[in-house]
């Protein structure tokens, strides 16, 4: 059975930075494909950004809305997956959580239906 659990959501100032982390079980973050995603009241889900096992900088996928602004990585020895989010804006407040399934989703990663394993989410809230 495959759990995430998410963590360090709070409220920032628009500029501000905050680390999301994602902590998985088992060896799950370096045999599965790990994606994050974000829910904000109103608005569809998005997939913010996608990372392969092998977690080098090449194996990752951003959301044009974050590119360049956030960083996803992982620590395998850690199990943990991290979402840095750097020059926060108010529109990134949202509910955000980790999602993991088997490799490849190839196209499909921005998609929550690809993957079948989800936590329950961290909310960030960035205030103007």
């Known amino acids: 059975q495959v759990q995430l659990v998410e963590s360090g959501g709070g409220s920032v100032q628009a500029g501000g930075s905050l680390r999301l982390s994602c902590a998985t079980s088992?060896?799950?973050?370096?045999?599965?494909?790990m994606g994050w995603f974000r829910q904000a009241p109103g608005r569809e889900r998005e997939g913010v950004a996608h990372?392969?096992?092998?977690?080098?900088?090449?194996?990752?996928s951003y959301a044009d809305s974050v590119k360049g602004r956030f960083t996803i990585s992982k620590d395998n020895a850690k199990n943990t997956v991290y979402l840095q989010m750097s020059s926060l804006k108010p529109e990134d407040t949202a509910m955000y959580f980790c999602?993991?399934?088997?490799?490849?989703?190839?196209?499909?990663?921005?998609?929550?239906?690809?993957?079948?394993?989800r936590g329950q989410g961290t909310q960030v809230t960035v205030s103007s």
């Open positions: 999602a993991a399934d088997r490799c490849p989703l190839g196209s499909n990663w921005p998609f929550l239906w690809r993957y079948d394993y």
């Open positions: 088992g060896d799950t973050s370096s045999t599965y494909c």
């Open positions: 990372i392969l096992p092998g977690g080098s900088t090449s194996s990752t």
